[in-house]
């Protein structure tokens, strides 16, 4: 189990049209996400087995409440105007740093270990792969996604002088990538 240690955020903007939300997209952009998260140690009485158990009873209800909902949304007004505005949410996040810090290892000190992204965009496309601004379709939603500069890399930290000058190991040099998502209504 972990926990976030300390966090910030830069920026966060919703665009919501609330007079054309059936007709136009909503935006949610958020820039500068630094959280520190550290390992925290097994609750005393607790087994493996039974974190393992709660997590399949949770993962069960939202699995149950998600067919509940697929079934709502498509007999009711709200139900088709939620499933149009999820069709067309336009994500954009920049700037995340993620520091997950364990002082619990085998090794005589601690670890850390680095994300690091740039940028990742979902959009909406077109039959033709083209982004646009809003698409209505009740056989498919086509998104457009867009992740740039991810990186992972580990270290250990100290106040020497000279290991922090010490050259980056990186688990997953920086890559970039987009890729094409069709999802087919049933």
């Known amino acids: 189990p972990v926990a976030v240690k300390s966090g910030q955020l830069a920026y966060v903007h919703f665009k919501i049209p609330w007079n054309s ?6 935006t949610v952009t958020v820039r500068g996400i630094e959280a520190e998260v550290v390992r925290v140690e097994q609750m005393a ?22 067919v509940t909902a697929a079934k709502n949304a498509k007999s009711s007004f709200t139900g088709r105007l939620l499933a149009n505005v999820v069709d067309n949410l336009v994500l954009h996040f920049s700037d995340i740093r993620l520091v997950f810090v364990d002082q619990h290892t085998l090794l005589a000190s601690s670890v850390a270990a680095e994300l690091r992204l740039d940028a990742f965009s979902v959009d909406t496309a077109n039959q033709e792969w083209e982004p646009v601004d809003f698409a209505v379709s009740d056989q498919e939603t086509r998104k457009l996604l867009s992740l740039t500069g991810l990186a992972v890399h580990w270290q250990r930290p100290s106040s020497d002088a000279a290991q922090a000058d010490a050259p980056t190991t990186y688990l997953l040099e920086p890559v970039s990538l987009t890729g094409q998502v069709c999802y087919v209504k049933a």
Not at 21 to 26: A, E, I, K, Q, R
């Open 21 to 26: 939300l059936g007709s136009s997209p909503v």
């Open 45 to 66: 009485g607790t087994t493996e087995e039974q974190r393992r158990a709660e997590v399949r009873s949770m993962l069960d209800k939202y699995r149950q409440d998600a």
